[in-house]
């Protein structure tokens, strides 16, 4: 009952004084709106890194052989770095060496790849693009859909052809009003006839796919591979997730025993998953989360200082009226109550509207960068109670001081 | 000592009451021993020069504030030792004030402010709604409930602010000066609603230093250097037949 009462007081005081309530609220509206455009931003990233990318990049069920880590994920110290810089190249013999330690794999595809300054047809180009020389069954491995055209076959790759399948961006550049089949691109030297374009990937890191151009690994390796026989990664797809860890242990022990390790000495090669990737992207996500209260919190003392202000002005304005108030039998509790409801509802519209305005910032940025934007409840939710927690807390001084305040000398002052 | 005659209905009953101020080096003794006796349903006013006590005799009866010593009875309750928010419940029940400049919100109706004391009673809205728009019908206000304060003129505030002082059913109706912002006109108004009030039953208490307002009472309490100097001064005759009585 008195509750409400409280609120609808501090929101006619809040209305009445629109301007003033508005430069009071700055503080927290900054602070929230800060936290929700931000943290909305990057738990838009944390979905998409976890349900898109992390998944495209390395397929669901699948693991990879690699010379060395590719994706720093903060525990690879210096001594690590510097002992895995010794480690060997992969050759295409090494995967022979997986295909016979992993007989129940789904597939085992490898392939090898390097970045160009550029991609021609006739006039239009393409700057820093990768090309992939895949083994026929990468494609599969990586879950790579055609959008046009064909994809990469059998017969491409022990014929060596000359053919390519191309990124979404690529085709884009490309071949901005044309169809890109049967076209030839020239890259590196070298000219390739389109048979596909990849299904577009889009999205924040979405350049991988998109940037890149696909051949036959044995074409790569006759034309653009720098190293006879060199393979960057061996993919390795198996049935389902319990299958994971002993075919990964299986190759493991395969490679160790191929390469001669003893006991003693560490894996001259490492094996890479999908957990790397999400390991490293926690670690960035784990710093962005606790950098953010820091900020965040900076603007709320900032605004709960400028609200403990606002009140204990508004206490001395209304003197007479809490004098008035306690006379008519207001208790301490009622005129602190009273004084906290309002700093409290004055906090909360404030995180409201910092709300709105940060969900607005995300939505501009989701809409116009690539950054991907995903609201969520539970932050949403803290805001309020951040907001109302620095109303409770900037509330409580100017409150008490309220609730002490003499009937009689209150009602005497102008 | 205490088995000095006294009528059962006293609904406020003082007993060497003092007030003492410490101002520096020096005590002021606002109040020194009052003893005063007010009668259910009596209508009194109490006069005195300024510096005499009469606003600490009024802050006193109306439990805004503690006496350095002494008793005071309130309705049958001792309520000399009480603390704030014990005092805060007995003037919420017991005591309904009017103010000189009547210390109505100005934001809110006359309505929801003749609802305050209720909402301080733990009142629901419902009822308090009811009860509100009784007593300020009371006052000849039923028409005005809506309005707030800057769109009433200066006798109807003060019918609100009375409307306000009879919504929880005090025992006694405390107006510190209740026609002193007004007009002679405006106070012969109020003037008659305090004397419908007194002829419906209530108690009520004016304190004022104007005499023809005091007139309007049964008797006046003249307070001198913080004692009581006419004590119990009965003068029905003249609030029935004088404008002017000194």
């Known amino acids: 009952m008195r509750f409400w009462e409280g609120i609808r007081l501090a929101l006619q005081q809040i209305w009445a004084q629109k301007l003033k309530s508005f430069f009071s609220l700055v503080g927290v509206i900054i602070g929230i709106t800060f936290l929700i455009a931000v943290i909305t931003i990057v738990e838009g990233m944390n979905t998409y890194v976890r349900e898109d990318f992390a998944g495209s990049l390395f397929g669901v069920n699948t693991f990879s052989v690699v010379r060395r880590a590719q994706i720093n994920t903060g525990s690879i110290d210096q001594a690590e770095r510097r002992r895995t810089a010794r480690n060997p190249d ?20 490898y392939s090898a790849d390097r970045g160009f300054p550029e991609v021609r047809y006739g006039s239009n180009s393409r700057r820093n693009i990768r090309v992939i020389g895949g083994s026929e069954d990468y494609q599969a491995v990586q879950g790579w859909e055609v959008e046009e055209g064909r994809g990469l076959t059998a017969i491409d790759e022990q014929r060596a052809l000359k053919v390519a399948v191309i990124g979404a961006q690529i085709a884009e550049r490309l071949f901005p009003t044309n169809s890109p089949l049967e076209k030839r691109i020239r890259v590196g030297g070298q000219r390739f006839r389109v048979i596909g374009v990849l299904e577009r990937q889009g999205g924040f890191i979405g ?18 591979s720098r190293r006879r026989n060199g393979v960057d990664e061996i993919h390795v797809k198996v049935e389902t997730e319990s299958q994971m860890e002993p075919t990964m242990a299986s190759v493991e022990g395969a490679l160790r025993r191929d390469r001669g390790l003893r006991p003693t000495e560490e894996n001259d090669f490492h094996l890479q998953t999908s957990n790397d990737l999400l390991s490293a992207w926690n670690t960035i996500n784990a710093i962005l989360l606790a ?58 519209v404030g995180s409201v509207l910092g709300i709105g305005i940060g969900l607005g910032l ?8 690539p950054l991907p934007a995903t609201v969520s409840l539970p932050w949403l939710l803290l805001a309020i109670v951040l907001g109302m927690g620095v109303g409770v807390s900037s509330g409580i001084y100017p409150a008490y001081r309220a609730s002490k305040l003499d009937p009689i000398e209150a009602l005497r002052s102008e | 000592m205490t088995t000095q005659q006294q009528p059962d209905d006293a609904v406020i009953k003082t007993r060497d009451l003092h007030k003492h101020y410490v101002m520096g080096a020096e005590t002021v003794k606002a109040l020194n021993g009052v003893d005063v006796q007010i009668r259910r349903n009596e209508y009194v006013s ?38 704030d928010d014990e005092l805060a419940r007995i003037r919420n029940r017991e005591i309904g004030f009017v103010f ?49 304060p800057n769109e009433l003129s200066g006798g109807q505030r003060q019918r609100v602010a ?6 929880n059913d ?58 009581i100097s006419s004590h119990d001064a009965e003068i029905p005759s003249f609030a029935a037949h004088t404008e002017r009585p000194f």
Do not use: W
Not at chain 1, 304 to 332: F, P, Q, Y
Not at chain 2, 64 to 77: A, F, H, K, R, V
């Open chain 1, 362 to 369: 995300a939505a501009l940025v989701d809409r116009f960068s």
């Open chain 2, 100 to 148: 000189q400049t009547f210390n109505l919100l100005p934001r809110a109706t006359a309505l929801h402010n003749v609802e305050l004391p209720l909402i301080y009673a733990g009142v629901g809205s419902k009822d308090r709604q009811r009860r509100a728009a009784l007593s300020l019908e009371r006052v000849g206000l039923g028409d005005r409930m809506d309005h707030r």
């Open chain 1, 207 to 224: 350049n991988v796919r998109d940037a890149s151009i696909l051949i036959p690994f044995s074409t790569f390796n006759a034309t653009l």
């Open chain 1, 90 to 109: 992969l050759l295409l013999r090494d995967v022979a060496v997986v295909e016979e330690a992993a007989p129940t794999a789904k597939y085992v595809a």
């Open chain 2, 170 to 227: 005090p025992s006694i109706v405390l107006a510190d000066e209740p026609t002193g912002n007004l007009d002679s006109s405006t106070s012969d108004e109020i003037m008659q609603v305090f004397e419908s009030l007194h002829a419906a039953g209530q108690t009520i208490i004016m304190v004022t230093h104007e005499f023809d307002i005091a007139a309007h009472s049964q008797r006046v309490i003249t307070l001198v250097d913080g004692k």
């Open chain 2, 162 to 167: 009375i409307a306000r002082a009879l919504v």
């Open chain 2, 46 to 83: 109490i006069m005195g020069p300024s510096g005499s006590g009469k606003s600490t005799l009024m802050n006193l009866i109306g439990c805004l504030d503690s006496p350095t010593s002494g008793e005071y009875i309130l309705n049958g309750q001792p309520v000399q030792d009480l603390d």
């Open chain 1, 291 to 348: 950098a953010i209260p820091g900020l965040v919190s900076v603007s709320l003392v900032v605004g709960g200082i400028v609200i403990m202000n606002i009140m204990l002005l508004s206490v001395s304005d209304r003197t007479r009226e809490i004098g008035l108030r306690k006379s008519l039998g207001a208790k301490r509790r009622d005129i602190l109550f009273q004084f906290l409801t309002e700093a409290s509802t004055l906090s909360i």
